[in-house]
């Protein structure tokens, strides 16, 4: 405990402790709420005669005669094959984190040991490459794409998230090599190493921490797009997010927003369970580049 | 590092995004030079009993040869840019003319689709940004008074908001505000207006995308700014209420000075990011009274049965302008910074 926090007035701790309730609220309640009423049929999560029906699920006991029911889930698990979508994000995934890694090791280490000015450029560029929005570069890809039938097949999504990817990989893993002292790998180059040999044996060995935490940024953003695979997947290979928007798009027929309520809470879990492993790591991501400045 | 190692360090990083990403801007700037091709038209003469009659028919393969000739359509030049679609230098220049008032001109120009998604693009991007950095900075000072035990747990339920997917957020909380959801009811009885409903009016459904906004990106101002209150030196605050500093003073004069270049850079984060708005236009179904930059070239590449390429390309160029003007300011900061610095 601080010290100035030591002797606060009680009227601000009760204020600022309900800020931070009040706040909490805000950022969880939607959550719950959608997760609770994923157990329900659309009469209750949609009740318009009484929101507290989603609560209690009085329609659901009528038309199913129990007070949860797992129909949104299977509808859309296994009627819509929502498990095939979680399969090719999987797959995306997997290989946009793998093959970002690797590449941005490479190069944030490159350009974190380098002096000269190019490496300041591509730095440069690679910030202006991060502002793109990504549907802009969607566009430029489409017609080539099709034109040469590589749309619609999943590595060219991958290599596409792992393209753009980039920037972000880079800047971070540099900043985070940036950190690790360069006479470790000097001294192992005056010992006789070459620059790879010195990176391999001395470098691979330290930077771990700071590869999960690129790694998770990477998953987020493979994960959670939705421009690029929206765009770039054939129905057959859609992912997750994309597959929750057909879901809409679809007419809403009684039951159907059901199937997206169960595959939005679906997709949602992974996410909750890998805040809760990684919550530190994802916290000093976030700051790594702004308490350096 | 020598260039050689350098260049082999880098090279598989720097030859991904060149393909993918400043090949396709080329391709992107190639495409908005052209159109799709005029569909080819035969004219038959029918004579029959009662005279000859003349029909127009497409001919499906001499338009499908055409396009597979030139995929690219014809050239149009820079005439995709200046149509009404986009820069509708016409239109804007005939509403000029004919406007009564300034206030008719701009309302006028509104109306353009372009125009349109350009409003709400820079209102999204200056409404939202300053208010999360308020309300991160605020719920950040709220977290860090709270007793250890209950932080950990605190900063994993305000991180939900920020690391969940956008569209499915913004699902999330479309249904809420649905007139038979949580939201939408609750705000029907406190307004006593049965007939209230936040996605009928483009006021409201603009207030409920920054809201979203604010909501999904409030938790990243909020960690930085928590991880900055964790470095404010406690000898200076101690040394400030030694002298007599009031709470505000301290909060004031210590804590928001360490805190500025924190604002830079969750302000250029934000810039960014809230510049491409464009998943919860379509989380919110809310194209009717808000589009995006980015959600007009969406709406193009999508189109149902033609996919109007040109037309995306010329939007895309014109908001890649965008993005290069709101990054100037930084550029050029950064560069001065980095001259000045002996190599």
Known sequence: MTPSSQNRSRGLVILSTSFVALWLLIAAVPFLWTLWGSFKVQGDFFSKSDWTYALYGVRTLAETGATFTGQGYHGAWIEQEFWRATLNTGIVVFFTVIISLTLGTLGGYALARSGYKYAFWILMAALVFRAMPHITLVSGYLLPFFEWNLWGHLPTTIIVLVAINQPFTLWMLHSFFLNIPKDMDESAMVDGCTRFQAFRHVIIPVMWPGVITTGLFSFLLAYNDFAVTAMLLSQENQTMVPKIASFLGTTQVEGNVMFAVAAVVSATAPLFALVMMFQRQIVSGLTAGAVKG | ?343
């Open chain 2, 1 to 343: 590092m020598k260039h050689r190692t350098f260049l082999w360090f880098i090279l598989p990083s720097l030859s991904a995004m060149v393909l993918f990403i400043a090949l396709p801007i080329v391709s992107v700037f190639v495409q908005s030079l052209f159109v799709a091709h005029d569909q080819v038209l035969v004219v038959t003469e029918n004579c029959g009993p009662f005279g000859c009659k003349q029909t127009t028919t497409v001919d499906q393969e001499a338009t499908r040869a055409l396009k597979e000739a030139a995929p690219l359509g014809k050239f149009n030049g820079f005439e995709t840019y200046t149509n009404r679609g986009h820069l509708a230098l016409a239109e804007v220049s005939q509403a000029w003319r004919s406007a009564t008032g300034i206030g008719d001109f701009v309302s006028q120009v509104l109306n353009l689709p372009f125009y349109r998604a350009v409003a709400f693009t820079l209102s999204y991007t200056f409404v939202v940004t300053p208010f999360v950095i308020l309300l991160g900075l605020a719920v950040a000072l709220g977290v860090n008074s709270l007793p250890r035990a209950i932080k950990g747990p605190t900063i994993f339920v305000s991180l939900l908001p920020m690391i969940v997917t956008p569209l499915i957020g913004s699902l999330i909380l479309f249904w809420m505000i649905d007139s038979r959801g949580l939201i939408g009811a609750t705000l029907q009885i406190v307004f006593d207006d049965p007939d209230l409903s936040l996605k009928a009016s483009p006021t409201l459904t603009w207030i409920t995308l920054f809201v979203y906004g604010v909501w999904h990106s409030a938790p990243f101002s909020f960690i930085v700014f928590y991880a900055g209150l964790q470095t404010v030196p406690q000898d200076t605050l101690e040394a400030a209420m030694i002298d007599g500093a009031t709470r505000w003073q301290r909060l004031r004069y210590v804590v928001v000075p360490y805190m500025t270049p924190l604002v830079t850079f969750i302000t250029l984060m934000q810039l960014m990011d809230n510049f491409r708005v464009f998943e919860p236009i379509v989380g919110f179904s809310a194209q009717a009274s808000a589009t995006s930059l980015s959600y007009i070239i969406y709406n193009d590449l999508r189109g149902g049965d033609s996919q109007l390429f040109g037309s995306a390309a010329a939007t895309s160029m014109l908001t890649i302008l965008g993005v290069a003007v709101l990054l100037l300011p930084v550029l050029i900061r950064t560069w001065r910074e980095f001259n000045r610095k002996p190599v």
